[in-house]
């Protein structure tokens, strides 16, 4: 994550063990727009408002411009792009395989 959150960094280990299950928290966190990505779409509004905070909201529309596939449910898509005043959502990303 940024440099800025070290304050906040045990609070964001603990939201990646939680929300990123299958790899351990510093990874996760090596990964911003992944853990991004998971705390929009599975997180609690008290997590998306620490990464908020952690990250900037800069950095939650940059995962929206280019998510990591298969992360985001149609909801969360377009409840986020309404939420930051994008006009048109694009297609929801999909993993291929």
Do not use: K, N
Not at 4 to 27: I, K, N
Not at 54 to 60: S, T
Not at 70 to 92: I, K, M, N, T
Request: negative net charge; proline residues 7%.
């Amino acid at each position: 994550m940024t440099t800025g959150t070290s304050h906040r960094e045990g609070e964001l280990r603990e939201v990646a063990r939680q929300l990123v299950w299958w790899q351990d928290p510093e990874t996760s966190l090596a990964q911003p727009g992944r853990l991004i990505a998971q705390v929009m779409t599975l997180g609690t509004w008290t997590d998306v408002e620490l990464v908020r905070e952690a990250c900037g909201e800069d950095a939650m529309r940059a995962v929206l411009a280019s998510p990591p596939p298969g992360v985001f449910d149609a909801r969360s898509w377009s409840y986020w792009h309404v939420r930051f005043g994008f006009e048109h959502a694009l297609p929801l990303p999909r993993r291929f395989g």
